[in-house]
């Protein structure tokens, strides 16, 4: 399988302590000494706060968490969330973080809201000089406090203004301090380290290096397993492979190493992604220096894919699992973008993403299509793949035989996307479509659309159960045990129109999974239901960001009353294939393309379907058609709440069927005809249409006089 050498660092399950307790103790570690006046929501959680270390003491365990959740339901701000962490003693939050359990997920829930606050924070130039103003003057343990800040309220922004110190071969002591200091900034730092390693200063070079292995994150494995066999300086390469030797990581291909970071990166893989590792920025290197750009969090993903792609081919440019990989991600991106924008994103934020993502996937080649295509599907990436084969649809100019394998793909979308992109390289070669590509054509045009429902609960059986009866009621359904694995679920998903979560999780609070629901584009509209073991006490914590909650399955309410009548952008995405598989069959068939395989998918979009999908699949019949539509079509002509335009040409659709072959049992076509021709409120334009369908009915002279005997008599009156 393409991408999957094989390799000895994973990027496989994740592993959440490691990550956590780094992060911590970064946060417990540079806590400010100074506070704010407390505002009087602020002074509420602290009272709360008060209130369940009190009962904890007392070893009243049930009353502190309901103390502790009841915080977290006030939905702080992250504001508040930071003042309340800023005036906490920190041996407080550190007996909550080693009580583990809930009481360690909801400690750090608040911790993880104050961060929040410390990311809009971090880049203040001036703040980090005067952190570290003389910090090789000071001693280890002033040392330690001073970088503990850098690291809790800077993070990554603190990179930068250090690197000057790993450059300059003047200054011993301060360099070495500073490679101390870097690696005590932990994970945050390890991004805009690895761009570093592009630095023309082999010198700088050397030490990023030692520093990445003090470090020990696996993310930089890959870029130290080039620079260790690629890089020009010797010593440079001796400090690679020390530093890959402190990650366990013997040196050798890092093509493997960092072709299966990016999939990693685009497989949402928690090793690379989890949230406590995703940033509000992507770095790089130029002109000497690092420079950061703003990234939305759905496109961090992407875009350090890409990063990771683009290095597995400075290794090897023949790479045909990084150029697949490269246009993969640029691809996703621009998909990500339009349901991003779709759903209310700022175009011109979003934009350029998509357009470099088209450039990057433009410029791998047809190899990397073919590659790309392969391992998205795969992998199940749908977005992936979705997005190639549109690129492949706008740009390719023969029928790639990857596609076939896209017309077989288990996922509905894919197969109708890749059945237009081999319409489209047909319809710009004038060559023929094969008969499969039309039949899936018309399978896309009158899909039905399902709604989706995703059950994220850490109860296995209770979550299985609820699957099986949402299966029951004809809902597709995807389950996770655990809330970051529902997120990420979600996040992978194009539309849901349901989520049923647990009020508990081992990973994190039902009060931050609800936020980050809300908080995505793309799922905050979804439908939410609760079940809870004690449904009362979580209805006053949840109650208002829930449509309901239970104890139990039997106790949800009925679907329908859910659920409503609003479309998710799957089945809104599913609209507009509808549309555009129906117009590429109007467009085959006027150019002469046998669409027998399509007529019956396309006749089943004219019941309920929108108007901009139900058009050009009349046109499309009108051409391609036969009597088996003729029922489809007479309805969409009955039909008083359909444009005059879309039933005119739904009477000659009739007309040309009408005209290709004879209708068994004519005379029963003829009455409701006859009654829009005598109708007085039917349009003159409708009239006339519905005279050329019945005059290309083939019918008995005697019934043909009848017909016209009656139309020769004044129209009724209303």
Avoid: C
Wanted: glycine share 10%; hydrophobic share 45%.
């Amino acid at each position: 399988m393409l991408g999957s050498a094989p390799s000895r660092l994973s990027f496989g399950p994740h592993r959440r302590s490691p990550v956590l307790s780094a992060w911590a103790a970064a946060v417990l570690g540079g806590m400010l000494v100074f506070s704010a006046p407390a505002s009087a929501a602020q002074e509420d959680l602290k009272g709360l706060f008060s209130q369940g270390m009190a009962a904890l003491e007392r070893g009243e365990d049930a009353q502190a968490l309901a103390a502790f959740r009841q915080i977290l339901a006030l939905d702080p701000s992250r504001e508040d969330a930071y003042e309340l962490w800023r005036s906490t003693d920190h041996r407080a939050l550190q007996r909550l973080l080693m009580k583990q359990g809930q009481f360690e997920v909801v400690a750090l829930r608040l911790m993880g809201l104050a961060r929040e606050e410390l990311r809009e924070r971090q880049d203040d130039p001036e703040a980090i000089r005067s952190l570290l103003s003389g910090l090789e003057d000071l001693d280890p343990i002033q040392r330690r406090q001073r970088v503990s800040q850098l690291r809790a309220n800077h993070g990554e922004f603190a990179v930068p203004p250090m690197l000057g110190a790993l450059a300059d071969e003047s200054d011993q002591d301060r360099r070495v301090i500073t490679m101390i200091s870097l690696a005590e900034l932990g994970s945050s730092a390890v991004p805009p380290l690895i761009e570093a390693l592009g630095a023309s200063s082999a010198y700088l070079r050397r030490n990023v290096a030692l520093t990445l292995g003090r470090i020990g994150d696996a993310r930089a494995a890959g870029p130290l397993a080039l620079l260790s066999r690629d890089d020009p300086d010797g010593e440079v390469r001796g400090a690679a492979q020390e530093a890959l030797a402190k990650l366990g990581q013997a040196p050798g291909a890092p093509e493997a190493l960092l072709v299966a970071q990016g999939e990693a990166y685009l497989a949402g893989d928690l090793s690379v992604l989890d949230p406590y590792l995703v940033s509000p920025v992507v770095w790089s290197f130029r002109g000497g220096r690092l420079e950061p750009r703003a990234v939305p969090s759905q496109l961090y993903g992407t875009q350090m894919a890409r990063g990771a792609f683009l290095r597995a081919l400075t290794a090897d440019p023949d790479n045909q699992a990084a150029l697949g990989g490269l246009a993969r991600a640029g691809a996703k991106a621009g998909v990500i973008v339009e349901d991003l924008i779709a759903a209310g994103g700022e175009p011109e934020t979003l934009e350029p993403f998509a357009a470099e993502g088209s450039l990057l996937a433009g410029a791998a080649g047809p190899g990397a299509f073919s590659s790309g295509l392969e391992r998205a599907m795969a992998s199940r990436d749908y977005a992936g793949a979705v997005g190639l084969l549109r690129h492949y649809a706008n740009t390719g100019v023969s029928a790639n035989p990857t596609l076939a394998a896209g017309i077989d793909d288990g996922h509905p979308q894919v197969r109708g996307e890749a059945a237009l992109a081999l319409a489209a390289v047909a319809l710009r070669g004038g060559s023929e479509v094969p008969a499969r590509a039309i039949g899936v054509l018309g399978e896309t045009a009158g899909r039905e659309i399902v709604r989706t429902a995703v059950v994220i609960d850490p109860n296995g059986p209770r979550a299985e159960a609820l699957a099986a009866k949402l299966r029951g009621e004809n809902l597709a359904v995807a389950v996770s045990s655990r809330a970051a694995q529902g997120l990420l679920t979600l996040r992978q998903l194009p539309g849901v129109d349901l989520i049923v979560l647990a009020d508990e999780f081992p990973d994190m609070t039902a009060d931050q999974l609800l936020k980050e629901i809300g908080a995505d584009l793309r799922s905050g509209n979804a439908a939410r239901l609760m079940l809870a073991g004690d449904a009362e006490a979580a209805g006053e914590l949840y109650g208002e960001r829930v449509a309901a909650v239970v104890a139990s399955i039997e106790e949800l309410p009925a679907l329908d009353e859910v659920l409503g009548e609003g479309l998710n952008r799957d089945r809104a995405e599913a609209d507009s294939l509808s549309q555009r598989a129906a117009q590429t069959l109007a467009n085959l068939a006027q150019r002469g393309q046998n669409i027998a395989d399509a007529v019956d998918g396309l006749a089943r979009t004219l019941a309920a379907r929108p108007e901009e999908v139900v058009l050009p699949a009349v046109t499309a019949l009108a051409t391609g058609g036969n009597v088996q539509q003729v029922p489809a079509l007479l309805g969409v002509l009955a039909d008083t709440e359909r444009s005059e335009g879309l039933r005119v040409a739904a009477a000659d659709a009739l007309a040309a069927v009408f005209a290709r072959g004879r209708v068994a049992g004519a005379e029963a076509v003829v009455a409701p005809l006859q009654q829009l021709l005598l109708a007085a409120d039917t349009a003159p334009a409708l009239r006339q249409a519905v005279a050329r369908a019945m005059g290309a009915l083939e019918l008995d002279p005697a019934l043909r006089l009848e017909a016209i005997r009656l139309l020769s008599q004044p129209l009724a009156e209303e």
